[in-house]
């Protein structure tokens, strides 16, 4: 990534499921964040906003790809410390969302 740009991380956790192995993607916003995720032909879908912290999961092989466009590979701490951003981020877009259904009750 480019110096002063948003940064998108993929760990290398290799989770095991479904014959293959995984691994977390995450980003400093949420924009960037599911902007990258579509460029690696990943669905909105797919994103796991409710997990306790918000990521999209990718096989190895979409690590690498993610890795060849730009992707940082993280530690976990940089995971976790960009995961609790995003989880803020996503809280607050929430309740902006519930606050402007407000308008018309």
């Known amino acids: 990534m480019r110096e002063g740009s948003v940064a998108v991380y993929v760990d290398n956790v290799r ?14 916003s949420l924009d960037e964040l599911h902007r990258f995720a579509k460029s690696l032909g990943l669905k909105r879908t797919w994103f796991h906003a409710n997990a306790s912290l918000p990521h999209y999961d990718v096989t190895v092989e ?3 790809m993610a890795l060849s466009r730009g992707a940082v590979a993280a530690d976990r701490r940089t995971l976790v410390s960009r995961g609790r951003q995003l989880k803020l981020e996503l809280h607050a877009s929430v309740a902006q969302a519930d606050s402007q259904l407000r308008l018309f009750e």
């Open 15 to 28: 989770i095991a499921w479904r014959r293959r192995q995984w691994c977390h993607l995450v980003a400093d």
């Open 62 to 64: 979409i690590r690498a």
